[in-house]
């Protein structure tokens, strides 16, 4: 389901096929902005996981991940935009076709583990808090979950 607005592309990809383009840009937001060590962005899970490629005048700008925890929970992960497409709606984009992925599979809840300077983002979403705020690759995260209405059950 590719969505396409303001010169963004989005698409629906499989690791195996966009795996440069998948790595380059979460090289560029975690390891290199983040310092995010390699072992724990690449850490096995992305060949089983659906991703989403957002492109802007045919370059790789931002990607994310879902991986099916269960028949009713999916995780959002890996959610980057290069910095200086930031600020353009990209990740904004990027979820929209990515919860509308998930409702598409009938999973009626979604679970995300933000970054806790996203949050706000995240909120304008519909996503709420779960939990306290915890570490997870040195950075302060808030578990956060969105009940999906009107999937298929």
């Known amino acids: 389901m590719p969505s396409q ?21 979460r090289y560029q937001v975690f390891q290199c902005e983040q310092q995010v060590a390699p072992e724990l962005e690449f850490d096995g899970e992305d060949d089983a996981a659906t991703h989403l490629m957002a492109y802007l005048s045919h370059s790789p700008v931002g990607t994310t991940r879902i991986r099916y925890l269960s028949d009713r929970l999916a995780k959002i992960e890996r959610v980057a935009v290069i910095a200086q497409h930031r600020g353009l709606g990209i990740g904004r984009e990027l979820m ?12 009626p809840e979604i679970k995300i583990n933000a970054q806790t300077h996203a949050r706000v983002f995240y909120d304008k979403l519909g996503f709420e808090q779960h939990g306290d705020i915890f570490d997870e690759a040195g950075i302060p995260h808030i578990e956060m979950r969105l009940h999906l209405e009107n999937s298929r059950e």
């Open 5 to 25: 607005s303001s010169n963004v592309l989005i698409k629906v990809v499989s690791y195996s096929d966009y795996k440069a383009d998948i790595q380059a840009v």
């Open 96 to 107: 929209d076709v990515a919860i509308a992925y998930v409702r598409n599979q009938g999973i």
